[in-house]
């Protein structure tokens, strides 16, 4: 993929992003040059590094966990794959090491769950997917940035080591623990001691999620 190639975004790809991700044109070239300028390898792709350099990023306490979520989950397949031989080497390979970059596309779908909910989100077709920006997959993205070990439960540990990263070093980890285990104590249900998703929505009932998470895009 030579740079220049990649540093023009087709027609045909602004549609599709457009269908998927809800942006509308003019953001998704906008968007687009942000992501170009991201781009320090001129690959079009970015690195974890490409990331780091965002300010809101850095400064953020969850930053690493956000940035992780641009990344797609390490394919179970490939990994399988490459132990037992099943696939061309090749192949698995490629996917393995495809997931430390991110491209245009999967920029954007990452970046939908922040989109604001508009009236055109509303009334949808039901046999069409919920949009990436509905307040059930804002929640879903949200409850993946707890569970790390993606066993759909945050357990404890996973609690305690989002909050560790939110508060100073003021808090004793005596009183982190005792409000990780208030959070459990009242969002557990099914008295397993971890919170599965359903538990986690029903905690945020009343949250005004759909403002929360998003960020105003120009448009
Ligand atoms: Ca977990
Ligand atoms: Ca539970």
Redesign the pocket.
């Known amino acids: 993929m030579g740079s220049r190639a990649s540093s023009l975004l087709r027609e045909e790809e602004i549609e599709d992003i457009k269908k998927e991700t809800g942006f509308s044109h003019s953001q998704i070239t906008r968007l687009y040059s942000r992501f170009t300028s991201l781009d320090k390898g001129e690959n079009g792709t970015l690195s974890r590094e490409d990331f780091q350099r965002i300010p809101e990023l850095a400064i953020n306490p969850l930053g690493d966990r956000i940035i992780n979520a641009f990344f797609p989950e390490k394919s179970t397949e490939a990994v399988a794959g490459l132990i037992l031989g099943a696939y061309q080497e090749c192949h698995a390979l490629h996917s393995l090491f495809s997931e430390d970059q991110v491209n245009f596309r999967g920029f954007m779908r990452t970046l939908a769950h922040f989109r604001p909910i508009e009236d055109s989100d509303k009334n949808k077709d039901p046999r069409v997917p919920e949009p990436l920006n509905s307040r059930n997959n804002k929640l879903l993205f949200a409850f993946r940035l ?10 404890r540990e ?1 609690l305690l080591q989002v909050l560790r990263m939110m508060v100073g070093v003021n808090i004793s980890d005596e009183q982190l623990g005792s409000i990780a285990d208030r959070t459990i104590q009242e969002a557990d249900q099914d008295g397993d001691s ?1 919170i599965s998703f359903t538990e986690f929505q029903k905690v945020l009932e009343k949250v005004d999620v759909e403002q929360k998470m998003s960020i105003r895009f120009l448009h």
């Open positions: 707890y569970d790390l070990d993606k066993d759909d439960k945050i357990s996973e971890s």
